[in-house]
T-cell receptor, first 118, second 114 residues
Framework: GAGVSQSPRYKVAKRGQDVALRCDPI?????LFWYQQALGQGPEFLTY????????KSGLPSDRFFAERPEGSVSTLKIQRTQQEDSAVYLC????????????????FGAGSRLTVL | AQSVTQPDIHITVSEGASLELRCNYS??????LFWYVQSPGQGLQLLLK??????LVQGIKGFEAEFKRSQSSFNLRKPSVHWSDAAEYFC????????????FGAGTRLAVHP
């Protein structure tokens, strides 16, 4: 597609529920990133995929967070047993791929999924 | 430790006035540098980037930024602000090779008075 698409845009969950957030990257983009943006803060890195391989998950805050990209395109971020501190905007971004060319390293972000945990 | 500091949390300027948003970074090697803008309820839009070469880079919407290696700074400027520039601005750094794992500052919220 023309841009990065995320769904749902808004999600309200009761504490303890599981949620799944979806990201459709730009077609042909090899790299896919998930970021978490708490209220009033800058985005913080969660995890990185190169095609279907999850190469970096160092930013996932706990084992309740799980991400996948099984066919190297659409990605899902799953949060199990949600807690109030999980409330944030979850941003997905994609890029052409790793490398040193200028185009490869430019991230295009989606509009985000705002999660509110009650 | 790798970090990005945006010293100004909020800035208010009058429409037509000039603007400078500050960004300082701490990074092990010369990084790639970015400025993104975020309007309410929207994702991040890239304003400009610095990879190498000329240290003064031009971006969209009339913005420019200057990379100063000696000061570890990448300040964003605009000579004349428009009301539509009101938004949150984020400075970010990333590695010059491999995958682009960005580190963001906390952002500067810009308000524009008519």
């Amino acid at each position: 597609g023309a841009g990065v698409s995320q769904s749902p845009r808004y999600k309200v969950a009761k504490r303890g529920q599981d949620v799944a957030l979806r990201c459709d990257p730009i077609s042909g983009h090899v790299s896919l990133f998930w970021y978490q943006q708490a209220l009033g803060q800058g985005p913080e890195f969660l995890t990185y995929f190169q095609n279907e391989a999850q190469l970096d998950k160092s930013g996932l805050p706990s084992d309740r967070f799980f991400a996948e990209r099984p066919e190297g395109s659409v990605s899902t971020l799953k949060i199990q047993r949600t807690q109030q501190e999980d409330s944030a905007v979850y941003l997905c971004a994609s890029s052409l791929g790793p490398g040193t060319t200028s185009g490869a390293n430019v991230l295009t972000f989606g509009a985000g999924s705002r999660l509110t945990v009650l | 430790a790798q970090s990005v500091t945006q010293p100004d949390i909020h800035i208010t300027v009058s429409e037509g006035a000039s603007l400078e948003l500050r960004c300082n970074y701490s990074y092990g090697a010369t990084p790639y540098l970015f400025w993104y803008v975020q309007s309410p309820g929207q994702g991040l839009q890239l304003l400009l980037k610095y990879f190498s070469g000329d240290t003064l880079v031009q971006g969209i919407k009339g913005f420019e930024a200057e990379f100063k290696r000696s000061q570890s700074s990448f300040n964003l400027r605009k000579p004349s602000v428009h009301w539509s520039d009101a938004a949150e601005y984020f400075c970010a750094v990333g590695p010059s090779g491999g995958y682009n794992k960005l580190i963001f500052g906390a952002g500067t919220r810009l308000a524009v008075h008519p």
